[in-house]
C-alpha cells in the first residue's frame, strides 16, 4: 500500500483508526483502506516504526558516505576535509 498522506486518526471502542490517501494516475487524492490498530497495541507499534525508520536512515546515510568515499579515490570526508587549506590555515611571514 501507498500512502501519500495522513488525514484522520481516530478511536472508538478501544480500536484506532488511520486514515490515509494516495494519488492517483489523474493527480487526484483518493481514499485507501483504512487502517485499524488495536489502542492496547498502539504505541509499541509507533515506537516499531519511528525506530525502524531510524534504522533506514542510518543504512542510507551510511551508503550515501560509502558511495561519496569511492568517487573521493577511496577517502573519508575527513582525510578530504583535512587536505583541503582554509582561510586559517595559510602560512604567514611574519617581519620584523
Do not use: C, F, Y
Not at 494519488?23 to 525502524?52: H, Y
Not at 575527513?78 to 587536505?83: Q, Y
Amino acid at each position: 500500500m501507498l500512502i501519500d498522506d495522513i488525514t484522520s486518526i481516530s478511536i472508538n471502542l478501544g480500536i484506532v483508526r488511520i486514515q490515509g490517501q494516495k494519488m492517483n494516475p489523474e493527480g487526484v487524492m483518493e481514499n485507501l483502506e483504512t487502517i485499524e490498530i488495536p489502542a492496547a497495541k498502539i504505541g509499541e507499534i509507533v515506537n516499531k516504526l519511528a525506530s525502524g525508520v531510524t534504522e533506514l536512515n542510518e543504512k542510507v546515510k551510511e551508503a550515501q558516505e560509502a558511495a561519496a568515499s569511492e568517487a573521493n579515490g577511496g577517502k573519508s570526508k575527513k582525510e578530504t576535509s583535512k587536505n583541503k587549506k582554509t582561510k586559517d590555515d595559510e602560512e604567514i611571514e611574519i617581519i620584523d
